[in-house]
């Protein structure tokens, strides 16, 4: 770590956010060449041996009110949404949200990232060419795996530290009520890029051995302090913009202190020089605001915040694409194994699990409470009850692309998504989320200088139908399954739509125990119907899968960078995170964002001829 006293003026290469794909390159890069002088500035603090980061139960403490490893944007109000504003929060600490996020270890169809070669013509990154780094970065503890998993990465794959009562039975009714997709067993992997519509244990960010989570930082940049001391990293700063020589070349970047771990330091902002390359690595929020703090984006926006433009990129900012997901909470019994009593900081429980751990590296400590699900693709009656809207969005999208799921469906061992909602006691969540939404948006900045200002953000949640129809469906879906589950003992109210409670959908707020199978699926009115999506429109959340907003496509579709991550007319800019993925992922980020590291790593130290990144 270094202190803002002791930066230099010049380094060979700046990297503009320290998130995991910036750690990446940096530790890549660094490990190859000690001499190669490398600056990471980072927005937020430290993440050093940190129990909030290292326990894997601790990551909604990041989601607590005064959080000062997240940053919280907060959109426009939207009609799609009753009128509310989508409230999306994202890592703002080294090794962001591979820090801090729920640590689902999800990979993407193979066909994702073919179409990001193919259909936004990127030679070089389809799932063939990305294979091979996928499996670089991980060791994956669950089997010996499979050919598209790694068994010498610097980051563990396990099930974590206790597989719960209520994962095996989420699985057991699954596979029962449904059996047409219960034809694999339920270990099998469906993090191969290719296998779908299987019911199957979930696995983890999260090392076996040492029950801690496995982020970027902790493998690849805090053990180079001894042996890399060209390699610096600041934390809790805010890259205002990028520099530039008369011939449009990066030459580094200016920053500001943040004043939230810099209360008493200078306002001033300072500059770095980067001889070699200036990196942006902030983020699909925060990368295009850098870039139109620079002069580079559309001329609209840029105008309104008093910034001279350097380069017409209207690409910077937009196709803003998401996940969109439902919460769906239940009463479980008391015997249930649950992390609410530890999302509750109830004390004794806490002590007991953490003494449990210090012990066997096992139990509720090393545990993000997600212990399966499915990545879920309709059969031919389920597409027919999804509508027109959807039909017409399947037939696009998904006919051609056998391995491309519709929704992710699973299980959450405790209360999640309605915190404050509910009595203290135990629950389990649902969850379902859509995994290829219609759904476009933009961020753009407010401030031309500012880089605490409130963004301009519109994330186009659930303006079209068709995504509607599929977080109903999820809903009616995922809600059979839960009340056939044992440990089902009823429904909170205010955490589910208002149903006609004379009705047949009407909610069951206490219940002995599960339904029968036998029992004939809930028929919904249409007045309940419309309930369930207004429930929908007001309670979808984010999943914090931000992307797209600097995407890799050719510059007339709207593309911010080509296949080599260079932003168009300018030298010496590369981009290396999420915001350069120019289509959606059926999949949680995080390995994609890491894939998008070792890719930039490899192409950066072929241009600058460093040896040993492969």
Known sequence: MATPTKIKEEYDIVIAGGGAAGCIVAGRLAAADPNLRILVLEAG????????????????????????????????????????????????????????????????????????????????????????????????????????????????????????????????????????????????????????????????????????????PHHMIYPLKETRPNLHILTGVHVQHVTFDSENCATGVAFTLNPLFHPDGPKEARTVRGTKLVVLSAGSFGTPGILERSGIGSKGVLEQVGVEQRVHLPGVGENYQDHNILFLPYF????????????????????????????????????????????????????TELGPEFKEVWDSYFTNAPDKPVLWIGILSALTGHLTLGPPRKYFTLGAYTEYPVARGHVHITDGKDVSAP????????????????????????????????????????MHPAFNPGGTAAIVEHAEGPVAFDVAPILYSEEDERALETYARATMSTTWHALGTCAMKPREQGGVVDSRLNVYSVKGLKVADLSVGPGNVAANTYSTALVIGEKVAVIIAEELGIAGVI
């Open 45 to 216: 603090p430290t993440t050093y041996n940190d129990p909030a980061h290292t326990q894997p139960m601790r990551f909604p403490t990041h989601l607590a009110p005064g959080s000062r490893t997240m940053r919280v944007h907060t959109s426009r109000p939207s009609a799609a949404l009753g009128g509310r504003s989508a409230i999306v929060p994202c890592g703002q600490c080294l090794g962001g949200g591979g820090s801090v996020n729920f640590m689902m270890y999800t990979r993407a169809s193979a066909s994702d990232y073919d179409d990001w070669e193919t259909e936004y013509q990127n030679p070089g990154w389809g799932s063939n060419d990305l294979i091979p780094l996928l499996r670089k970065t991980e060791t994956y503890q669950v089997t010996t795996g499979g050919p598209t998993h790694g068994s010498n990465g610097p980051l563990k794959v396990s099930e974590g530290g206790l597989f719960t009562d209520l994962g095996q039975q989420f699985l057991d009714v699954s596979r029962a009520l449904d059996p047409d997709r219960a034809l694999a067993p339920s270990d099998t992997d469906t993090n191969d890029l290719s296998t779908i519509n299987v019911y199957t244990r979930w696995p983890k960010w999260l090392n076996a051995e040492t029950g801690n989570r496995s982020d970027v």
């Open 332 to 383: 479980a019994a008391e015997e249930a194994q649950t992390l609410d009593a530890i999302f509750r900081n109830d004390e004794g429980v806490i002590d007991a699990a953490t003494a449990e751990f210090a012990k066997t590296k096992k139990g509720l400590l090393p545990h993000n409470g997600i212990d399966a699900g499915i990545k879920w693709r309709p059969k031919p009656s389920e597409l």
């Open 455 to 494: 963004i301009d953000f519109v994330p186009g949640y659930l303006e079209s139908m068709a995504d509607v129809k599929l977080l109903t469906w999820g809903y009616k879906f995922t809600r059979e399954i839960a009340r056939r589950m044992p440990h089902f003992r009823g429904e909170p109210p205010a």
